[in-house]
């Protein structure tokens, strides 16, 4: 069978790592614009004591890193959880090209509430955004993470 | 004559050495809840080759990993500009106590104008906030930049 986003699998690889190491389970891959898969992470807030460790600023940082540039132009993101107000700005700086992201994040997200980051004449570089990918894989593992959890 | 914010002209230095370095002149200053500074950052972005290299953001990095604390419970932080909506957003996930910052950004900024990060219920925390310090200093210290730059 065809993998149809192999690349958000990936992701949900990255985010199924963050569970086992008692992260929420969010994962994100940067794509460069020959579809090479230039980083991939899962969060790590808690072990790296690092409030700003989310999945896609650690993944947008590595590949930044990599290409010897703070611009990522014509690389995507994938990722598993609608990004939150940080993480979104932080795509608009690295100036990604399409955004590819799971399921909606109605209390936390950036993008469908709340800061609305793309919506806003503050925010001078906008993706392509596409929402919903296997988005039931990507919530299903956040609800079995907070189970175990309570 | 009695310094009335010691912090935010420690923070002012940082923007200077980050001009002297090519960087937009912003600085930031994390102080824990006894008064000592726990950590201090110039904009890091085109020598880091980092987008998120912002001077909150950095701040804020090392002074958690200096606590051993995702959480900076307690602490203030002071920088020379208002933040974007990503250090705005990191600011809340680290739970600063007080922000103190100097000029508003009505282009970039992402807590007076655009995402108004502040005022969303996605946002679970939000420090005390106290605009306008030294704001004449940090203004002129952005306008002689960029008017080297043109």
Known sequence: MIDTFPHMHRALDEARKAADRGEVPIGAVVVGPNGLVLAAAGNDVVGAKDPTGHAELIAIRQAAKLLGSER?????????????????????????????????????????????IFSQKTTHHRPEIYGGILERESAQLLRDFFKTRR
């Open 72 to 116: 990522l132009e014509g690389c995507d993101l994938y990722v598993t959880l609608e990004p939150c107000a940080m993480c979104a700005q932080a795509i608009a700086f690295a100036r990604i090209r399409r955004l590819y992201y799971g399921a909606d994040d109605e209390k936390g997200g950036g993008i469908t509430v709340g800061a609305r």
